[in-house]
């Protein structure tokens, strides 16, 4: 499987790296330890030391935040991954240094740019509704490990009819099966918009939205950008009436490859609940089932369901090597697959054509 390199990829919610403290996250095979510098800014270095290969993250923080030190002989590193100590000697060997990966904090997250081209902020997808001083409506920002493949994952979730069936009961229900999907790109963004008129809410809504039982329009609006970083705003409205009369969520669900079959999973929720009024208790209520029930949905459902898809695949020969019959309900995956393909090609024939 091949990655792509020159591209942001979110390696941890920003709470998850403390000052003063040392962690480690593989992205695409390269395994990474990061840590923040005295400014606070995220440094990411390989999580190598170049004599004997040990992890750095075995290592420690030196106190003036601006340099790693490896656990096993003590060269120590700057953030530019350069070695600026060997205590054995007054010689440090010119091999001796770490590569250093740019890094930016946004979005409550910690991006990592892979590749070897120029990093780009802008390139930065915009999970804005996740910045840190939104905390009052942001769910609990969350990761999972996932023992599946980024791409079988981003299938899942570009194509949420499966809702209807794999999660009845608890995101979706029978009445939804038949939706309609409307698959559009602006750029380098795929959008993937699925409207299901006239059902009854389904269960997260249900509990969010207080409408006497009667039917709602449900939509469930999802925006993917490369590799599969995705952002879904889903919600009910009173039929036939406006989007903002209703409620919505919009739902952060950003994988990041950690090699051909691992993916971890980042994922968090803003609610825009319309004012309804409630008791703390309801609220409390509210915030604490949306949370479990997007946890079961992801690791008790999703993930079983799409692990056993990847081991039938895995069974006959590998990924890919199967050809999956299409259905409409897979215009988006399809179309998600082909941006990442090009993207692919592109890189290569750069590749090919640099001095
Ligand atoms: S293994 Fe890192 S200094 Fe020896
Ligand atoms: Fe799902």
Redesign the pocket.
């Known amino acids: 499987m091949k990655f792509i390199r020159n591209i942001w990829y979110a390696t941890m919610w920003a709470q998850n790296l403390p000052a003063g403290r040392l962690a480690t996250v593989t992205v695409t095979k390269e395994p990474l330890v990061l840590f923040r510098d005295a400014d606070g800014k995220p440094v990411a270095l390989m999580d190598r030391?170049p004599?004997?290969l040990?992890p750095l993250h075995l290592g420690k923080l030196c106190s003036d935040g601006q340099r790693i030190q490896?656990g096993?002989?003590?060269?120590e590193f700057d953030t530019s991954g350069r070695c600026t100590h060997n205590p054995h000697s007054e010689t440090i060997p010119a091999a001796a240094k770490v590569r250093a990966f740019p890094a930016v904090e946004r979005h409550s997250l910690i991006w990592v740019w892979m590749g070897e081209q120029p990093a780009r902020e802008e390139l930065i997808p915009d999970f804005s509704a996740f910045d840190e001083d939104n905390n009052s409506r942001v769910s609990r920002r969350e990761s999972i490990e996932l023992e599946v493949n980024y791409q079988l994952m981003t299938d899942n979730l570009l194509d949420l009819s499966h809702v209807s069936f794999l999660h009845d009961g608890v995101l979706g229900h029978s009445n939804m099966v038949r939706g309609d999907i409307r698959v559009e790109q602006e750029d380098d963004t795929l959008y993937v918009k699925r409207s299901t008129p006239n059902v009854a809410p389904p269960g997260m809504f249900d509990l969010m939205y207080r409408h006497d039982g009667k039917p709602v329009d449900a939509w469930a609006d999802m925006r993917w950008n490369a590799p599969s970083c995705m952002l879904n705003n889903a919600g009910v409205c009173p039929v036939g009436g406006k989007r903002t009369d209703g409620v919505y969520i919009l739902g952060a669900h950003i994988l990041t490859p950690v090699s051909e079959f691992r993916t971890l999973y980042h994922f968090a929720a803003v609610r825009y609940d319309n004012n309804i009024s409630r008791t703390p208790e309801e609220q409390n209520e509210v915030v604490e089932k949306l949370s479990s029930l997007r946890r079961i949905a992801f690791e008790e459902q999703d993930e079983p369901m799409v692990l056993a898809q990847q081991q039938a695949q895995v069974n006959a020969g590998g990924l890919g090597s199967l050809q999956p019959v299409l259905l409409n309900i897979d215009a988006g995956p399809v179309r998600a697959r082909r941006m990442l393909d090009t993207m692919r090609l592109n890189a290569d024939s750069s590749a090919a054509t640099a001095p």
């Open positions: 030391c004599h004997r040990v490896c096993y002989h003590g060269l």
